[in-house]
């Protein structure tokens, strides 16, 4: 849970605006080391969220938690956020998104579809994959920079 408290850190310090999450928050508990977040919050639920109610009851002292899909003009650019990966290339083909966020594999991948940008931040804790990541993405430079937490 450590890692948590770096990434909100490196938020701060980075200047980020604004925090979007793709899911697997885990437990409601997590709340507790995401709550310095001082800038907007949004989150999708992911496939490991069971306690989807508790969660959204502790996070909206920070944000919004979305069933599937968090869409919004952010820096003037489209993004839909997701925490599935089956539909992330359908997303990115149908030319309605800037940018595509998404979740669950754990695994980073940030590439370009078109004219849309893929973003998997990957995993702020690295359980699953030994790699603590978040990402941080510039909207005027439409760059993605991968920052390890560990």
């Known amino acids: 849970m450590g890692m948590i408290r770096r990434a909100v850190a490196h938020f701060s310090s980075a ?6 999450h793709a899911g697997d928050f885990i437990s409601p508990l997590t709340f507790d080391y995401m709550k310095d977040v001082r800038v907007p919050f949004h989150g999708v639920y992911g496939n490991n969220d ?3 109610l508790f969660l959204q009851q502790r996070y909206a002292a920070i944000g919004t938690l979305h069933p599937r899909f968090y869409k919004a003009t ?4 489209r993004f839909v956020v997701t925490h599935e990966d089956d539909i992330v290339d359908a997303l990115a083909h149908s030319g309605d998104f800037d940018v595509v966020v998404y ?4 695994r980073i991948d940030v590439r370009r ?3 849309t940008d893929v973003i998997n931040p990957g995993e702020v804790c690295g359980y699953c994959t030994g790699r603590a990541t978040v990402a941080v993405y510039d909207t005027a430079a439409r760059t993605t920079a991968i920052v390890d937490l560990s």
Do not use: S
């Open 113 to 115: 579809v078109g004219a």
């Open 50 to 52: 069971g306690e989807a």
């Open 15 to 20: 200047g980020v605006e604004l925090v979007l």
């Open 103 to 106: 979740g669950h594999t754990h």
């Open 74 to 77: 952010l820096g003037g650019l």
